[in-house]
Structures are given as structure tokens and as C-alpha cells.
């Protein structure tokens, strides 16, 4: 018999956003041909990798073994038995129940976990995990967030789980329940009940979504303009005052080759990129997040009128990149070492020289 462990299911309201499909379109601008210095490929596309490091505060090790523990134990739990029985992670739920359960201590973690992997080890003086199992409807519904945020309500935290339907009129769907397992992991939180908000946001998808995600990349032709950086140290850098700086600037073009500038400077190289999941944005757009890779880099050689840090930064460690995480408005580049450059599309800033 399992202990016991205070966890909180949630009959949570469900909430449908219906959104319009966007038709995204790409430009191409010319490109210089005078490279004095050429990057090789540093970071290969490694889709088998079992989800993307999300947190720059939480060590590698640590979420590299949550990471496939739970990549695994999920798995198992969707699977039957030679019995017919299904047990599943949390034991038997029934098909539309929400399961959250906020881990804080190592006999919280094996309470709740009734499969017969061995647990990973973590330093729960230092960290908290977030568990749960939502549910789709049909295979047309999948999780819309890939992070996951734990509101302070005071007394309790508050979860927002965005369930994220296809509503593209050529998909061809089952209608059954399935799990929907979440996890994530926190720099060590009080312990509190949780619960669970569901909300269904509906959007179009494409069934190739390297070709969708491309397209928001390459969205109006955007110039894609730098706002800020986190260096290697985790310390945020603003550029512009947070506003962006015209003479820092990558775009995506159809072709599969990036162009952009460093002060004086262009620079230019071959994308490639591997979506992860669809997920939803800030205000219910919907973004992709994935993996990236540029190759083929240079950069020309001219001197600098930019800022000489954000130059040198900014030239070194952009080749650098993993993974994308892009919506029409919006662009992150990071890597699993917690470097991450942050853009906005020029459209939106109120400097017209940035368009």
C-alpha cells in the first residue's frame, strides 16, 4: 500500500479560445558576399535529446535525470499490461481527473509514484518538482505549455495548464481520453496545495510543422530585432533599454540561409531547425519550440560602430544556439547552457528606422 501524501485533484473549468488561422509569408534581401571570417558547425540538431532544458537556475545533471526518468515513466504508464490493467504513473485514475502533486521531499516522491523505475535522484533541499496528469478528448488535444508556472494565491498556488486543440478542418482524429503527463522543476518552493486551472485554446496547425514554424520565423520578412541577452554567468543584459537596437538584427529567409548585422557588420549562415512541440503564447498565440542549429557562419570584418560588448558578445556566441522558441511577435535562441538571446520583430517597435 502506498503512504499517504496530500495531493489535489482538480475539477477544473474548462475554458475554449478559438483562434484564426495567420498565413505567414517570406521574404528574401540580398546578401554580401565579402565574409572575412567563417564559423563551423558547433551545435548538431539532436532531436533524440529527451526535452528541452527549460531552466537556467536548475543544474544540468539534475534535470537531465528528471528529464528521462520522467520521458520514460510516462511512457510506461500509457502502456496496458498482459493483464489488460493499466496502472499508470499515479496509480488508477479514472479518465477525467486532474492529478497535481508539488514534490518537496524524496517520501513525497515515492508515495506518489506507483511504477517500478528507480527514482532519479534529487537534492530537494535545493529543488521542488511539479507532477500532474491532465487528459485530451481526442487526439486532436495535446499540452500547450512546455513550462510551467506556479502562481502564489497565498494560501495555495495556482497552475494554469493550457490544453492546446488542432482545429485544422484536414486533420483526421480519434475521439478517445488519453493522459496528458506534465512535469517541471523549481528552485525549491514552500509547500502548498495546488490547483489546477484547464483551459482549451484552439488553433490551426499544420501537419508539417518544420514547414509552420519556418514560416514564423520568415513571418512578413520580419527583421528580427536583439533586445537582450543572458550570458553564460545567467546575468541579464539589456540592449536598447530593453527596446531593441536597430544595428543588431538576424531575419530568416525561404532559401534556408540567416542574415542579419553587428554593428557595422553582417553576418549570414545556413539554418536548420527541428520543432519540439507547438505550445501557446502570451495572449493565446500560438509559437513552436524546438531545436536549432546554424551553419556555414561568417561575419565581415569592419570596424565597430555598435557597442562593443553587445558586438563581442553577440559575434561570439550566437553560432552557439540549440534551441528556438518562436511566435509571431516574439524570438528566444538559448542554449542548454543557459545563454539565450532574446528579439522582437521590428514591426512592433516605435523607432520607424527599425522596420
Given at each position: 500500500m502506498k503512504a499517504s501524501i496530500n495531493h489535489w485533484h482538480c475539477a477544473a473549468k474548462t475554458v475554449i479560445i478559438a483562434m484564426t488561422a495567420v498565413v505567414f509569408t517570406a521574404c528574401s534581401t540580398d546578401s554580401e558576399d565579402n565574409a572575412t571570417r567563417v564559423y563551423p558547425v558547433v551545435c548538431p540538431i539532436e532531436p533524440e535529446q529527451p526535452m528541452l532544458k527549460t531552466r537556467s537556475n536548475v543544474d544540468d545533471a539534475t534535470y537531465a535525470r528528471l528529464a528521462t526518468f520522467f520521458m520514460m515513466a510516462f511512457d510506461d504508464a500509457r502502456k496496458t499490461g498482459g493483464d489488460g490493467r493499466r496502472i499508470g504513473f499515479f496509480g488508477q485514475l479514472t479518465d477525467e481527473v486532474?492529478?497535481?502533486?508539488?514534490?518537496?521531499?524524496?517520501?513525497?516522491?515515492?508515495?506518489?509514484?506507483?511504477?517500478?523505475?528507480?527514482?532519479?535522484?534529487?537534492?530537494?533541499?535545493?529543488?521542488?518538482?511539479?507532477?500532474?496528469?491532465?487528459?485530451?478528448?481526442?487526439?486532436?488535444?495535446?499540452?500547450?505549455?512546455?513550462?510551467?508556472?506556479?502562481?502564489?494565491?497565498?494560501?495555495?498556488?495556482?497552475?494554469?495548464?493550457?490544453?492546446?486543440?488542432?482545429?485544422?478542418?484536414?486533420?483526421?482524429?480519434?475521439?478517445?481520453?488519453?493522459?496528458?503527463?506534465?512535469?517541471?522543476?523549481?528552485?525549491?518552493?514552500?509547500?502548498?496545495?495546488?490547483?489546477?486551472?484547464?483551459?482549451?485554446?484552439?488553433?490551426?496547425?499544420?501537419?508539417?510543422?518544420?514547414?509552420?514554424?519556418?514560416?514564423?520565423?520568415?513571418?512578413?520578412?520580419?527583421?528580427?530585432?536583439?533586445?537582450?541577452?543572458?550570458?553564460r554567468d545567467s546575468v541579464a543584459h539589456q540592449v536598447g533599454s530593453g527596446w531593441g537596437d536597430s544595428r543588431y538584427t538576424i531575419s530568416f529567409l525561404a532559401d534556408g540561409t540567416m542574415q542579419g548585422k553587428i554593428g557595422a557588420n553582417s553576418i549570414g549562415a545556413r539554418y536548420h531547425l527541428s520543432p519540439w512541440k507547438a505550445c501557446i503564447a502570451s495572449g493565446d498565440r500560438l509559437r513552436f519550440v524546438g531545436w536549432f542549429a546554424l551553419t556555414d557562419g561568417?561575419?565581415?570584418?569592419?570596424?565597430?560602430?555598435?557597442?562593443?560588448?553587445?558586438?563581442?558578445?553577440?559575434?561570439?556566441?550566437?553560432?552557439e544556439m540549440e534551441f528556438f522558441d518562436v511566435d509571431e511577435y516574439d524570438l528566444t535562441l538559448s542554449d542548454s547552457r543557459g545563454q539565450k538571446f532574446s528579439f522582437r520583430d521590428a514591426s512592433l517597435f516605435r523607432d520607424a528606422s527599425l522596420k
Open positions: 486532474e492529478a497535481c502533486y508539488l514534490i518537496t521531499s524524496a517520501e513525497d516522491f515515492k508515495a506518489v509514484y506507483y511504477g517500478d523505475r528507480m527514482l532519479p535522484e534529487v537534492d530537494f533541499e535545493r529543488y521542488s518538482v511539479l507532477m500532474g496528469r491532465s487528459y485530451s478528448t481526442d487526439s486532436r488535444e495535446s499540452l500547450g505549455n512546455y513550462t510551467y508556472n506556479l502562481v502564489d494565491e497565498g494560501d495555495h498556488y495556482r497552475l494554469p495548464v493550457n490544453i492546446l486543440r488542432n482545429v485544422n478542418p484536414s486533420l483526421v482524429y480519434t475521439q478517445e481520453i488519453s493522459d496528458l503527463f506534465y512535469w517541471d522543476v523549481f528552485p525549491k518552493v514552500e509547500s502548498k496545495p495546488v490547483l489546477m486551472e484547464r483551459r482549451v485554446v484552439e488553433k490551426v496547425i499544420d501537419e508539417d510543422q518544420s514547414a509552420q514554424a519556418a514560416g514564423m520565423l520568415q513571418l512578413r520578412g520580419s527583421n528580427w530585432v536583439l533586445t537582450g541577452y543572458t550570458d561568417f561575419t565581415t570584418s569592419v570596424l565597430e560602430t555598435g557597442d562593443g560588448t553587445v558586438d563581442a558578445y553577440f559575434g561570439s556566441h550566437l553560432w
